[in-house]
């Protein structure tokens, strides 16, 4: 391409380098980024392994999304892990944000059920409900969120409207492994990458993207509250170049 267009410079080559890039991630269409919210509630599904960032990631969006005016729920479903539900209560308490909890090692549906209807009967706009991240044991984690989204649809039949693999951008193949079996699990919408503050990280979008087909509709890029937003995929090619080309 570079040949026929004739280029000489380097801000030329760089540009036709993105496009490309570009071009190979939105498949000749541009990609649907956005996320799916509705007029009334907004169910928010979140799966990933433990570590890479998931409950940060819902305590960020939970801040981002309240200063945009919405009423903000959170459910903690990782029953399991009594951390999970303390650093998401914690995230509730800091960002003033109500959560939702069971009993110790409480059935996560059962958790998830009472998130949804506390949502429905507070006119919540956003409900996330983090979940727990036990690949090694892959038959109770799928049985487990098959049960969450059987529960989900009793209460909201078109429900989860986002279902959201979060993955730690530094991790490179191991992102794509993850993404693989994750997507066998349960069908994902969409993928936060977290911890992409380096500019050569998150290649590993566009091998998602071409062997998976999943969108990355957030991205995490820092340690404060509000290091989180929207992905758009022309920014994040240049980024991805900067200092490359």
């Known amino acids: 391409e570079a040949r026929l267009e004739n280029v000489k410079k380097t801000e030329d080559l760089q540009r036709l380098i993105i496009e490309k890039l570009v071009d190979i991630y939105e498949k000749d269409d ?20 433990n570590g890479v960032g998931k409950t940060t990631s819902i305590g960020k969006l939970a801040h981002k999304y309240k200063q945009e ?32 909890t069971g009993a110790e090692k409480a059935d996560p549906a059962s958790v998830v059920f009472d998130g949804m209807e506390k949502a429905l009967a507070e006119d919540v706009d956003v409900l996330m409900i983090d979940t727990a991240g036990r690949l090694q044991n892959k038959d109770n984690l799928m049985a487990e969120l098959e049960k969450i989204g ?21 991790t ?40 998976l087909d999943i969108p990355v509709k957030l991205i995490g890029f820092g340690e404060k509250i509000d290091d989180i937003g929207e992905f758009h995929s022309e920014e994040f090619m240049q980024g991805l170049l900067t200092g490359l080309v």
């Open 30 to 49: 541009v990609y649907k980024e956005q996320i799916n919210f509705q007029d009334g509630l907004t169910v928010m599904l979140f799966v990933g392994v």
């Open 69 to 100: 005016g919405k009423k903000v729920m959170l459910v903690a479903a990782d029953t399991f892990r009594a951390g999970a539900v303390a650093q998401l209560v914690e995230w509730g308490r800091r960002v003033d944000v109500p959560v939702v």
């Open 150 to 170: 059987r529960i989900i649809k009793r209460v909201v039949p078109e429900a989860p409207h986002e279902t959201l693999l979060a993955l730690d951008a530094s």
């Open 172 to 211: 490179g193949q191991n992102a794509l492994s993850q993404a693989k079996e994750f997507s066998k699990i349960t069908p994902l919408t969409g993928l936060v990458l977290t911890k992409l503050d380096g500019s050569a990280k998150g290649g590993v979008v566009l091998a998602i993207r071409q062997e």
